[in-house]
Each structure stands twice: as C-alpha cells, then as structure tokens.
C-alpha cells in the first residue's frame, strides 16, 4: 500500500476541506456547523460515527475481521479562535479568508481536521489493509478544555479502550515538509487564572481617599515576574502571561475594581506546577491586604498534565513516517510551551504527538499561533495524511504493547489527581445523556 502515494491522490480533498473550514470559523463550544459538515463527510464515506454531547464526533472504522486486533485512535481539534484575521499573511494575500467576523482559524485546527478527513478518505478505502481498528476523534473545545471530559466520560461509559492515541498539530516555528517527533514532554500544561481585585473608587484628584486597585495589581504583576525567576529552578520551564485586564470607566475616575486573567505553563506539575500555585496565591493575598484590596478567586485551576510522549511510540512514530516520507524530514524540536487537551488521552492511553511544519517564508506562512496573521503552508497536509495513515495501519500491525504504560485508575481518580471536584466529573457523564 502506497500510502505517500494515496495522500497525494486525496491532497486536493484535503485542501478544499481546509479552506471550507477556513472561512466558516467557530469558536470553543459553538462548533455545530463544523460538525454536521465533518459528520457528512463521514456519511458519504459510510464510516459509522456517533456524536458525543459536548464532546465533538467519534468515528471508527474496522477492518475485514470486526472486533479483533488492537484499536487506534487518530485526533483532532475543531475549534477556531476570537481572532481578527487580517487579509494577507505575512507577505501576501491569503488563499482563503475567514467569513466570520472576529473568528480565525489562527492555530491550524481547520489544516487538523482536513487532513483527519483525508485519513479517514483512504482507510476507509483500504479496509482490507486494516488489521484492527481505527478511531477517528473530531474534538470540540480544544482551546479551552471544554470538550475532552465528555469524550473521556462517553469512552469510559461505553468501554472504549484504544491501544494508542495519536495527534498532529501544525507548527508555525518548524520548516514546511517538517515532522518534529519529540521523545517525553512535547507540550507544557497549564493552570489558568482569572482574579478580581476590590478597592474603593474615587474622584482621581484625591487617590489619598480611594483604594486603587490598579496600584495592586502593578505590585502583583510585578512580584509574580519576581516570584518567576526567584522561586523556579532554571532548569525547569514555566512562563506566566497575563492576556486580560479590566478596570475602569473614565480617565478621572479611580475604579473599585479590577480584574486580571492569564495563564501559567510548565512541564513538572507536581515539582514545579504546585508549588507555584500556592506561591502565587500566597503573593496574590499578601500584596493585596498591603494595599488594602479584598481579592476574589473567579476561577483558579490546578495544574493539569504536559503532552508526553511515549518512548516506544515516539520511536516507532519517527520510525514508520520517516520510511514514508524520508528520514531527513523527521526532526526533534525544542517542546512547545502551549499546551494541549491531547495530554487527557495520553495520560489514559500511551501515545504521540507529533508536530508538522508549515513555516515557509516564500508563502508568507510562518506568524506564530493566535496571530492575526498566522497562515497554513497547504502543501504539507499531505504529509499530515502520510504520517497518520502509516502510524495507524502500521501499528496494528506490530507487536507493540502498550498495556503497561497506561493509566491503571478510573477516569474520575485521574480527575481527583488535577483537583477535578466530584460534581464537576459527574457533570461530564451526566452531560453526555442529553
């Protein structure tokens, strides 16, 4: 089966369904064209699926022989981002546009889903190449976590056990024709922040009667840079970013109130994630009765868990795409510092992640992720296709035992592990009976 062959004989499939996706954008949670276009073309494919409240499509196609051999789960996201895109990329004019004001696909998930399609597009062809099964997951929700507890919950509650999970994200720091296979941590985790900050308001002539909240949070900001450098080893990452801040109404007016969201992200969660959590915390409550401010948690998560890639995945992964595509292509970037729902599937099942590069500067693509400007080189989807058909046909193939890397608890005891409370992970299965 020539698979490198195939994936250039459906690239133009590909290509129409990223731009289709493209210029039909939806944001986190409100995905609901994008998944009655993904869930025809499964139809018209004859691939079974169901669609999972909240959760997003899961498809599966068997081989010849229903019901043994090992199973395979290929992923990707769907959703698109509060972006402004801007008409050209970095040097020229975009091949297609988004048609929604203020959304954008400006991660590369709508380059995920054409080429998950373009998988599905030839398996579904070659059945009889198939010696097991493979699960197609089309994820709600990505960018914020909204949509992998209730995939978790539907698989849990319905048996679902896939031997191996396998994604690909496009990176915009990787050169085009590009597959970064990192061995270990190859995204960081995050734990998400959103802070409001009570003072006293006030006419802004007279700061001396008025408890400026703006004053704490300049002192917070500051000390939480400090407590970066200070309070983490350098030999472990963590970057704090801090993406909103509200407070306000009229220059002359001293606010009441202020509020403050970001993110943190870091590889070690329980060395490093933990620790400054309570460390951030502590400054936050300190900093803010010194300036006599009152603080209000409005949501504060706990660090959840890197992308980290099995060894024995990660080398058979670099292993069968490299044969397919040249081994040179096949390169091992430094991790990258977003993070990723895929860790929730890899924590419970051994698997991959790997990176496809669409950095070409004489396409004008290459502006980095969430960027008004940040464009998709289509020539490699095709690669895209390439590395998820050999890594899932080869796999079933081979003697590969991944029982003994994977989670041996329940689902809701890895929830207990994040600080997931008990109403919110039954909210996951009752949310998946509507």
């Known amino acids: 089966m020539q698979i490198t062959t195939l994936a250039k004989e459906v690239q133009p499939y590909v290509v129409e369904m990223r731009r289709y996706f493209h210029q039909h954008p939806e944001l986190s949670n409100r995905e609901d064209k994008t998944i009655q276009r993904i869930a025809q073309e499964l139809t018209d494919m004859d691939i079974p699926y169901e669609e999972i409240p909240k959760g997003g499509i899961l498809a599966t196609i068997q081989g010849l022989d229903p019901g043994k051999g090992k199973t395979v789960l290929l992923r990707a996201d769907i959703d698109a981002l509060p972006v402004q895109e801007q008409p050209c990329n970095l040097s020229q004019p975009r091949v297609c546009q988004s048609q929604e004001d203020g959304v954008m696909h400006a991660c590369g998930h709508d380059g995920h889903i054409a080429m998950l399609l373009g998988a599905a597009k030839i398996l579904s062809s070659h059945r009889e190449a198939i010696h097991g099964t493979v699960l197609l997951l089309f994820e709600r929700g990505e960018e914020n976590g909204g ?21 690909t994200h496009m990176s915009a720091s990787l050169e085009s024709g590009k597959v970064g296979v990192i061995t270990g941590g190859a995204a960081s985790t995050a734990m998400g922040f959103d802070i409001t900050l009570h003072g006293r308001g006030g006419h802004g002539s007279r700061p001396d009667l008025a408890v400026n909240p703006v004053d704490c949070f300049v002192a917070i900001y500051n000390g939480l840079q400090a407590a970066r450098l200070t309070k983490v080893t350098p030999f472990a990452p963590l970057t704090l970013s801090i993406g909103l801040v509200e407070a306000g109404t009229a220059k002359n007016i001293i606010p009441s ?93 051994s698997g991959v992640f790997v990176y496809l590069g669409v950095n070409n500067p004489e396409k004008g693509t290459g502006a980095d992720h969430h960027n008004e400007y940040f464009d998709l080189d289509e020539d490699v989807l095709a690669l895209g296709v390439t590395g998820a058909v050999a890594y899932a046909l080869q796999f079933l193939d081979s003697g590969i035992d991944t029982l003994g890397s994977q989670w041996k608890g329940t689902l809701p005891e890895l929830y207990d592990t994040r600080g997931v409370d008990g109403a919110t992970a039954q909210s996951y299965y009752d949310g998946i009976q509507l």
């Open 147 to 167: 949509g992998i507890g209730y995939i978790l919950a539907y698989m849990d509650r319905h048996g679902i056990r896939p031997d191996t999970v396998y994604g």
């Open 257 to 349: 109130d202020l509020r403050f969201a970001g993110t943190v992200r870091l590889f070690d969660r329980e060395k490093v994630g933990l620790p400054f959590r309570e460390e951030m915390r502590r400054l936050v409550d300190s900093t803010a009765a010194a300036y006599g401010c009152t603080v209000t948690y409005n949501s504060f998560t706990q660090p959840g868990f890197p992308v980290d890639n099995d060894p024995v995945c990660a080398a058979f992964a670099r292993q069968v795409i490299g044969a397919e595509i040249g081994e040179d292509a096949i390169c091992q970037p430094e991790p990258w510092m977003a993070s990723e729902s895929f860790s929730q599937l890899q924590k419970m099942w």
